[in-house]
């Protein structure tokens, strides 16, 4: 079953933005950490971002300045805005949001760059 409903992946050209969206499924969930995986071709699932429910983020050097998570208007609603995107960003990308007690994980979607 899927924990996290994430939309917003689709295809664009290198330089161009996408947003991701991370939203709980069935109840609405208070969150206190969210983490951004991204998986590219051929490469191990990688965490690129990170943000609390303080809104403090973290982010890896390959996106820092590039990518920005935030919370939606509902706050169980996690975002991921990504600026110039590059090839080497393309990806499955995934959330993962914890609870002081457990996890959920997003099904994925996929974010394709063009050059």
């Known amino acids: 079953q899927v924990k996290l409903v994430q939309s917003g992946g689709g295809s664009v050209q290198a330089g161009g933005s996408l947003t991701l969206s991370c939203a709980p499924s069935?109840?609405?969930?208070?969150?206190?950490?969210t983490e951004w995986y991204r998986q590219a071709p051929g490469k191990q699932r990688e965490l690129v971002a990170t943000?609390?429910?303080?809104?403090?983020?973290t982010y890896i050097d390959a996106v820092k300045g590039r990518f920005t998570a935030s919370r939606g208007s509902n706050k169980n609603t996690l975002l991921l805005q990504m600026n110039s995107l590059k090839s080497g960003d393309t990806a499955v990308c995934y959330c993962?949001?914890?609870?002081?007690?457990?996890?959920?994980w997003g099904q994925g979607t996929q974010v394709t760059v063009c050059a």
């Open positions: 069935g109840n609405v969930l208070t969150f206190y950490r």
């Open positions: 993962k949001a914890f609870k002081v007690r457990g996890y959920y």
């Open positions: 943000i609390e429910n303080t809104g403090a983020t």
